[in-house]
């Protein structure tokens, strides 16, 4: 099991930058981990993962502006976003993903408010 906090989020005017962090109580190494985010009356949605190998993918919507990292020495999860918009408001989530039991954990959420 592994606990995970979130830290980074803040309020930023549109075209700024934002870099969010997930500090894990544990090894990540075996984890997939994952950004999701979710605004105010929308369902969660997945916006970039990493696997323990370091292949990623991202949301079609944040494709070229966010980028997802990891330093597994650290035991911590990045998510730079840059050029955000209003629309990339929402509560950003870490999740950390066993491949083979498909046990999942989450953290708390930071909050990223984009407005002028």
């Known amino acids: 099991q592994v606990q995970l906090a979130e830290s980074g989020g803040g309020l930023v005017q549109p075209g700024g930058s934002l870099r969010l962090s997930c500090a894990a109580s544990?090894?990540?190494?075996?984890?997939?981990m994952g950004w999701y985010r979710q605004a105010p009356g929308k369902q969660r949605e997945l916006v970039a993962a990493?696997?323990?190998?370091?292949?990623?993918n991202y949301a079609d919507s944040v494709k070229g502006r966010f980028t997802i990292s990891r330093d597994n020495a650290k035991n911590t999860v990045y998510l730079q976003t840059n050029n955000l918009k209003p629309e990339d408001t929402a509560v950003y989530y870490c999740?950390?993903?066993?491949?083979?039991?498909?046990?999942?954990?989450w953290g708390q959420g930071t909050q990223v408010i984009v407005s002028s």
């Open positions: 999740n950390a993903l066993q491949p083979l039991t498909r046990n999942d954990y």
């Open positions: 544990g090894s990540i190494r075996v984890y997939t």
């Open positions: 990493i696997t323990r190998g370091g292949s990623t």
